[in-house]
């Protein structure tokens, strides 16, 4: 297509351009009146023609019913001088409107697109493991027939990342914005690359010589001292912290960024991210936001009769002053023919937001099937059982809606659930409950927990050392944590107690009748409050070094089938009477 490097001795006093539908010329008959055509870094290349068509006479639009501008078909634009003509456009016609006014005036206008316009259409989501993201970006871009990828290499390699619901366009721009990758479309080619600012000017652009038009602007606002990124290491738990590198990119004027940064006290920007990055990808993602800002110093366009410039070559801004003198990183051209003439707008610096800040890239909240609920809610239950649909869910109501109405039905979240078995602890019918909404659909709610207040007490006493924990029924059954003994106990509200104690090392089972069974180093010591019965079906068998059997009052022992006292040693009966028989 085009180089970027002009032809500065051509002629320049006829303009002609050619369009190519399917590789073959538009018959002069086709009226083409204007042509514009639009291209620029991260965004789809896209022509618009306008064509005078439609008789009143015979009712016709022959240009709208001929098969030449049908969407889907390949159309190439042509433009020079004097038949000399290089290649501006090419792409497919997208649609095609009509437009009729008075005077006769009619016209049809033709929307065409770079063929990576598949790329925007419909929303996927898909996973990708063991992958750097120029590795993915190209095997997206491959899975459309039509296009090609030119991709720089990354560095890091991902274990697995997710496309959610996005069109692959957005999901590859939003990702190549991260890592300072500029991403150019030109003829169904996708080439995503760090900006190069390493060439020479293909072009010098003169006020009083060549330059047709000019708006720019300095801006203050947008300069930075620096830029640092910071996100959560949740493996050392502690956070992660890069500051950002400049490029020296190619930047017009004679007031560097530091300077227009103090004009509004503006230091270091803080990128904040929440979950774990990589160290390495915590760079790029900073050297690329200090990037756009340096690029968004000075922001223009300027005109010149028409010419082969692209995005990402270098021109020469000379004549307009020391503010605005200097080389210029191209970002974007416009090319307009109409009337004769021939003139290309060149669009230098860019906008310090990112991709996502300015295209709608993230799926809408609750699919658009309903306006959304934002963030999480209050709720408050009102009834458990009878579950209409049989899903374990119980009702309860959205006080700041109405206090009066019964509400909606609302899933659970626990530990563990599974079929038939997990942790069940359905909260009480009056409990304050914090609610999360399942795709932000108001009605999809999920119970995320339960939580305490004034009005609703804990029952545990909150404390800096936090050394006790627990769970207490409704009824006073009590599971509790001491972490300083550390020990814990299962209590019922009988009184009835298992403490599990290993400060004393001991494990206690007692009772309100004063009943005990205390297990320790020392042995197991079994007391009771009244009675205690030692009854098996089977044998009871007593072993030890001594055994040693004691009554306050009387001692018994008797066997219906017989009864033995043996030993290999002395065996010694003694009483004040003894009685055999």
């Not at 991902?158 to 957005?170: G, I, P």
């Not at 050392?236 to 300077?259: M, R, Y």
Request: charged residues 20%; aromatic residues 8%.
């Amino acid at each position: 297509m085009l180089n970027g490097i002009l032809n500065r001795n051509r002629q320049t006093d006829l303009v002609t351009f050619e369009v190519l539908i399917d590789s073959s010329p538009l018959p002069q008959t086709v009226l083409v009146y204007s042509i514009d055509v639009w291209q620029e870094f991260n965004r789809i290349p896209r022509a618009k023609l306008a064509v005078l068509d439609g008789d009143p006479a015979t009712e016709t639009f022959s240009a709208s019913e001929e098969d030449w501008f049908v969407p889907g078909k390949e159309i190439e634009i042509k433009a020079g001088y004097h038949n000399d003509h290089s290649t501006i456009f090419k792409g497919i016609v997208t649609s095609q409107a009509l437009k009729i006014r008075s005077g006769g005036r009619n016209q049809l206008t033709v929307d065409c697109c770079d063929k990576a316009v598949c790329m925007t259409t419909v929303p996927k989501s898909r996973y990708f493991y063991n992958m750097k993201e120029s590795e993915i970006f190209s095997e997206i871009i491959r899975r459309y027939d039509v296009l090609s990828a030119d991709v720089e290499a990354t560095q890091y390699t991902w274990k697995e990342l997710l496309q959610f619901q996005s069109t692959d366009w957005d999901f590859v721009l939003t990702r190549a914005d991260m890592n300072g990758l500029f991403c150019l479309v030109q003829d169904g080619t996708i080439s995503i690359k760090k900006p190069d600012f390493s060439g020479q000017p293909v072009t010098e652009i003169v006020f009083g010589r060549n330059l047709l038009e000019m708006d720019a602007e300095m801006e203050a606002a947008s300069q930075l001292a620096g830029v640092n990124s910071n996100s959560w290491d949740f493996s050392k738990t502690e956070p992660s912290s890069v500051s950002a590198s400049s490029v020296n990119p190619v930047i017009p004027g004679n007031l560097n960024q530091d300077e227009l940064a103090r004009v509004f006290q503006n230091h270091e920007w803080m990128m904040q991210f929440g979950g774990k990055i990589p160290v390495e990808v915590m760079q790029q993602w900073a050297d690329a936001k200090l990037l756009k800002h340096e690029l968004a110093k000075i922001r223009g366009r300027v005109r010149i009769q028409g010419s082969e410039i692209l995005p990402g070559n270098i021109v020469a801004l000379q004549g307009i002053g020391g503010r605005f003198n200097g080389n210029a990183y191209v970002s974007g051209v416009k090319h307009s023919i109409g009337q004769g003439e021939w003139v290309t707008d060149i669009q230098y610096g860019l906008s310090p937001k990112w991709f996502s800040e300015q295209y709608p890239v993230s799926a809408q909240p609750a699919a658009g099937t309903v306006p959304a609920v934002s963030g999480l809610q209050v709720g408050i239950i009102t009834s458990i059982e009878n579950d209409p649909d049989g899903d374990e869910r119980v009702m309860l109501r959205l006080p700041m809606i109405n206090g009066d109405d019964q509400g909606l039905w609302a899933r659970v979240s626990t530990t563990g659930a599974g079929a038939e078995r997990g942790f069940v602890f359905r909260p009480e019918i009056g409990d304050e409950v914090i609610v999360g909404f399942i795709h932000d659909d108001p009605n999809q709610p999920v119970i995320l927990g339960s939580v305490h207040s004034a009005n609703n007490p804990a029952p545990i006493t909150a404390e800096d050392d936090n050394d006790k924990k627990g769970w207490v029924t409704r009824s006073e059954i009590k599971f509790m944590v001491e972490e300083d003994k550390p020990s814990i106990y299962l209590e019922m509200p009988s009184g009835r107690k298992m403490t599990l104690d290993d400060d004393n090392g001991e494990i206690v089972f007692e009772d309100s009748s004063g009943n005990t069974v205390i297990m320790n180093s020392d042995g197991i010591t079994i007391e009771s409050g009244g009675d205690l019965v030692l009854k098996a079906a089977g044998n009871i068998n007593i072993s030890g070094a001594s055994v040693e059997a004691k009554a306050d009052m009387n001692f018994k022992a008797s066997g219906s089938a017989g009864a033995e006292i043996s030993s290999s040693a002395v065996t010694e009966i003694k009483g004040s009477l003894v009685q055999i028989n």
